[in-house]
């Protein structure tokens, strides 16, 4: 299918579902709300549980949190392809990956460009292959309040930190469909994607819809070759260079990059929910009773009054979202976890 329809069908609302179905596509999901049967209970198989020999592009994965998984996946025996757009960051990236490796090829790219993406995927299938993961992890941490931001800002923040999840989506989801070989998206979020950070409304709201896309992806994609991760880490030291020594915080104490997780070690736990297909991967424990009041507040505000079945009825379509007990009764099972 031609990316043009691809995009058309994902701006009406169709997404991944509109594009199975125009393709004819009749999966277990589909399949059974047709016939009107009791939804699946068990999670979506993770479609990729060997990644070796596979291959990987991810996003502004020349430092930081990016570089981290690129190292990860590359230590796991997969071909990356490591996005990049400052050449000096590049430089110091390239020899921190193991030897030997299956590969690592560096593209320049901005993934705001969508004849870009193209061109890029074009690459990583003559050079590689098929892509077997797609991990959108370019991002802009624009800390300006939602209420002072200049629309130049908002806009930058968008196109970067959403749209150009979106773009990467729609370039190679339906190459990913099409192969079926198993296959990931994972969208680099924050835990600001799961509680709203002071003085940053910006980041906090693209980052809220980056969550919401892989989950909306992942109720239109389960049953396919297909799945979605939204990877929400907390403290991160985003710096180029593991062993350079850091220097104090403030008062002597330890600075913020001292205390903060090792990117590698976030690298290895987005492998680890790739394997596991994982729709959220989480890092930080300590943001636990944070998230937990956040929802009790949602909760707490739910009306405590009857309603009417036929209401309910006609909205049966959002009442639930099957992929959440799914998901819970997925984490429930013993999981073996790889470490590099």
Request: charged content about 20%; proline content about 6%.
């Amino acid at each position: 299918m031609e990316r043009r329809r691809f995009l058309g069908s994902m701006a009406y609302g169709a997404g991944a579902a509109g594009l199975l179905a125009s393709m004819g596509i009749s999966t277990p999901v589909r399949a059974q709300a047709a016939a009107g049967a009791a939804p699946m209970t068990a999670a979506q198989a993770a479609p990729l549980r060997d990644v070796r020999g596979k291959t990987a592009y991810v996003t502004a994965s020349s430092d930081g949190i990016g570089l981290g998984i690129a190292r990860a996946l590359s230590r796991a025996g997969m071909k990356v392809v490591v996005g990049y757009r400052n050449p000096e960051r590049l430089a110091k990236a390239m020899p921190l990956f193991d030897e030997p490796n299956a590969g690592v090829l560096a593209i320049r790219h901005d993934v705001t460009d969508r004849e870009g993406w193209k061109n890029l995927l074009a690459e990583v299938n003559d050079k590689f292959g098929n892509l077997h993961v797609l991990v959108n992890n370019a991002g802009v941490k624009t800390l300006r309040k939602a209420s002072e931001a200049p629309y130049e800002e908002w806009d930058n923040a968008v196109a970067v930190n959403f749209t150009g999840i979106y773009n990467g989506v729609a370039t190679c989801l339906p190459h990913m469909l099409e192969h079926g070989e198993g296959a990931q998206i994972v969208t680099t979020a924050s835990m600001g994607g799961l509680l709203p950070g002071a003085q940053a409304g910006v980041y906090t709201a693209t980052k809220i819809a980056a969550v919401g896309l892989m989950e909306a992806l992942r109720v239109e994609l389960e049953g396919t070759t297909v799945g979605t991760s939204a990877f929400c880490p907390g403290l991160v030291n985003t710096q180029n260079d593991p062993t350079a020594v850091l220097p104090p915080g403030r008062d002597g104490r330890p600075s913020m990059a001292a205390v903060a997780m090792d990117p590698l070690e976030a690298g290895e736990r987005v492998l680890n929910g790739i394997l596991h297909n994982d729709l959220f991967i989480l890092t930080h424990p300590e943001f636990k009773d944070g998230m937990q009041e956040r929802y009790d507040a949602i909760i707490a505000s739910v009306p405590d009054e009857a309603y009417p079945d036929d209401r309910a009825a006609a909205e049966r379509r959002v009442l639930h979202a099957d992929i959440y007990p799914r998901e819970i009764a997925h984490r429930r099972q013993p999981r073996k976890t790889y470490r590099g």
